[in-house]
Nanobody
């Protein structure tokens, strides 16, 4: 069992930055691919970013490329999502999750993630 806890959400203005953190307990983080997803009201949960076990491979959805940066610190069992130049359309509940899948972009599929955090609200005002 892996428990994930996110923190760092909040209410900001367009153009501001936020840093989300994700901590784990149980198995060490280095044994998992870490993904970030978001879900806006009335919409499906969507892939935002993923980082491979040791951080050597990273993927972003097109909407956040150049603005968001995903990272991890396996020694501290934590991951992070740095969000810069935020836009109102980034407003959503953000989740971190872990999976053992990477090939064929499996990390983009939320159904491949067995463990999820509780989510943290990010609201960007215009």
């Amino acid at each position: 069992q892996v428990q994930l806890v996110e923190s760092g959400g909040g209410l900001v203005q367009a153009g501001d930055s936020l840093r989300l953190s994700c901590g784990t307990s149980g198995r060490t983080l280095s044994t998992w691919v870490m993904g970030w997803f978001r879900q806006a009201p009335g919409k499906e949960r969507e892939f935002v970013a993923a980082i491979s076990w040791m951080g050597s491979s990273i993927s972003y959805t097109d909407a956040v490329k150049g603005r968001f940066t995903v990272s991890r610190d396996n020694a501290k069992n934590t991951g992070a999502l740095q969000m810069d130049r935020l836009k109102p359309e980034d407003t959503a509940v953000y989740f971190c999750a872990v999976t053992s899948a990477w090939g064929r972009e499996a990390y983009r599929d939320p159904a491949r993630y067995p463990y999820w955090g509780q989510g943290t609200q990010v609201t960007v005002s215009s």
